[in-house]
């Protein structure tokens, strides 16, 4: 007999008048058990399924997530799903809760939601080069974004930094492409946030200097190697090679700067501060196991301060050091800096190689997984 049948069998014998002590003895139950299904059975009388078990499961979630605030997760992810090129994760969606005037809910209550309706979406991967030299650990990536302009106040660019390591990014706001202001506003971050071992950049004029004198670096390198960082430059033409301020700038253009309308450029400067707090403290990356880049950088130790100060820009002297340009030999066999190249062995072609620009040798050393294949003489105007 069955556990079903003994219920049954149980209130049987009970309703033809048996004693209760008899029957929970010949079934080998107790009295509790008996008195529990009575209890069942007099509460459904009309339910011919009332010895059947119910389900255990919870009847409710209490730590669920209120309905109002999944439908505006879903609500949002479908409207950035229908914008051309936007980023559409638990971070974008923060981002647009934000600009909505709405509390975002933690990223963690987002991918549930997310994962949740099955909106998870996996993307390629993409192959990694593995002949691209990595030069530096610490590395602040930098690029230029604009020209972008405010109705009724003209035009600006935005000098946009980012630490590779903990992903802390700045952004700055700046009214005209010129180094000395690229100068300052790398000087502004590097006094919050330290000095680090290389600033990777684009081929940008107003990064390295002058198409006329190539060799007579700007004011950007040269205050870089006054602090003893090293300036590198991506291969031409391939801004993937900065991807993650590339990736950044993605943010910010979608997130910022077409999500807002300015007044004037005042009120771009206070926004842009605001965006920088909003981003160091609140955008967590898988890389850093779900950290923010505030919290990742509060673990740094071994961080270099920088006082702040900047040396009269015009007359930053060029003494020491070593600018890195990072170069691609196609079948040509040439080796392109900015307005120059030098013919390379057959041996290098279809290859990455490192071109060194030593301001103490006055020469320039190309390199190729760190051996040296060409030493050319390469003088430059230094201050000694």
């Known amino acids: 007999m069955d556990e079903y049948e003994k219920r049954k069998v149980a209130l049987t014998r009970y309703q033809s008048g048996e004693k209760i002590s008899s029957i929970v003895s010949s079934l080998g139950r107790t009295r509790q ?14 339910d011919y399924s009332w010895y059947i078990d119910e389900s255990r499961a919870p009847k409710s979630k209490p730590f669920k997530i209120c309905n109002d605030t999944e439908q505006q997760i879903l609500d949002i992810r479908s409207w950035l799903d ?25 990223i963690w209550t987002i991918n549930r939601v997310i994962s949740r309706n099955g909106l998870n979406k ?13 030069l530096f650990l610490s590395t602040h990536q930098m690029d230029l974004v604009g ?10 660019y935005s000098i946009n930094i980012i630490d590779i390591e903990t992903h802390t990014c700045f952004t700055k706001p700046i009214r005209i492409k010129s180094s000395d202001e690229i100068v300052m506003a790398i000087a502004e971050f590097w006094h919050e946030f330290g000095l680090p071992d290389a600033l990777q950049m684009d081929n940008e004029l107003a990064f390295r ?24 430059f991506i291969p031409i033409k391939e801004p993937w090679r900065n991807g993650i301020i590339e990736k950044f700038n993605d943010t910010y253009i979608k997130r ?19 965006f920088n707090e909003f981003h160091n403290s ?34 930053i ?18 080796l392109k800096l900015i307005m120059e190249s030098f013919g390379v062995d057959e041996l290098l072609k279809y290859s990455y190689v490192v071109a060194e620009v030593n301001i103490d040798t006055q020469s320039l050393i190309v390199r190729q997984n760190n051996e040296i294949k060409l030493i050319i003489p390469y003088l430059t105007p230094v201050d000694w």
């Open 33 to 46: 058990w008996f008195y529990n299904w009575l209890k069942r059975f007099e509460s459904r009388v009309d």
């Open 82 to 106: 229908a914008q051309h090129y936007a980023q559409t994760g638990a971070i974008a969606i923060q981002y647009e809760f934000r600009n909505r005037k709405l509390i975002p809910p933690p």
């Open 122 to 134: 996996i993307p390629p991967k993409a192959k990694r080069s593995h002949d691209y030299p990595e």
């Open 147 to 156: 020209p972008r302009y405010i109705k009724g106040d003209g035009r600006f």
């Open 209 to 232: 200097g002058s198409n006329r004198y190539p060799r007579s670096f700007g004011s950007v390198v040269r205050f870089a190697l006054s602090q003893g960082v090293a300036p590198v």
């Open 256 to 274: 910022f700067m077409k999500a807002k309308a300015f007044m004037n450029f005042e009120d771009l400067i206070n926004e842009s501060k605001e």
């Open 282 to 315: 609140h955008h967590r990356y898988s890389s850093q196991c779900q950290r923010t880049p505030n919290e990742v950088s509060k673990q740094d130790k071994f961080k270099i301060y920088y006082n702040g100060k900047v040396p009269e820009l015009k007359k």
């Open 317 to 334: 002297p060029l003494e020491t050091g070593v600018v890195y340009f990072i170069r691609f030999i196609r079948s040509d066999l040439k």
